[in-house]
């Protein structure tokens, strides 16, 4: 049981944005991801134009290794493409498999991209006041399908941990693309058995 004390937060419901001097967003750019994308020569010469930040996300400074404590903040995913890739998260499963997530819509649109270890494959798509339940064993992956950015508040269990090797080896299954102006998802062809 760890010794945390009470405390409140603010966060803009619209912009995802957390005030409070304790909580520091993590920021990821293209040049953070080139490889996950499936055409790289676009990310590298998004890279070399700029390296626009893809998303950032707030984390608390809660404890990593308690299973009582609930972690929670805000992701905020700007709209755009590389390629015809939209501009998406890294995507992960739970170190501690099967811990599930919650996320909820504050503003913009999107979709939630998930997989199982033995290949079960779905995808949701997440807008202001939905709430989207990432069961455990599901690797999740925020794509913003919009043109404004994509805000969503999470919470999971705090010492679940983040696998991101498994996909940056690997690959997701499927991708979305913008196809006849509208979201497609289909094959990956980079994706590795
Ligand atoms: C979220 C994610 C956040 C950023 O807090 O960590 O949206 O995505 P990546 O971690 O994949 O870069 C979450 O799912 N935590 O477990
Ligand atoms: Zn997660």
């Known amino acids: 049981m760890s010794d945390v004390k009470p405390f409140v937060l603010d966060f803009d419901l619209v912009s995802g944005f957390c005030t409070s001097g304790k909580v520091k967003p993590t920021q990821r750019r293209v040049s953070d991801m080139v490889a996950q994308f499936a055409n790289e020569t676009a990310a590298r010469a998004m890279v070399e134009g700029g390296d626009p930040l893809l998303y950032e996300f707030y984390g608390l400074d809660l404890p990593e290794d308690d299973s009582g404590v609930l972690q929670f903040g805000t992701t905020i995913l700007y709209p755009g493409k590389v390629g015809e890739e939209y501009f998406m998260t890294k995507g992960h499963f739970h170190t501690i498999l099967d811990t599930s997530e919650i996320y909820y819509g504050l503003s913009g649109h999107g979709m939630m ?65 913008e196809r006849d102006g509208k979201p497609a998802v289909i094959d990956n062809p980079k994706w590795k058995v």
């Open 113 to 177: 991209l998930m997989e199982t270890p033995e290949g079960q494959v779905d995808w949701k798509e997440i807008g202001p006041g939905e709430a989207l339940y990432v069961p455990g064993r599901w690797a999740h992956r925020s794509i913003n399908t919009g043109t404004e950015p994509l805000v969503m508040f999470f919470v999971y269990r705090g010492d679940a941990g983040h696998d991101y090797g498994t996909i940056e080896e690997k690959g997701y299954r499927k991708l979305v693309v």
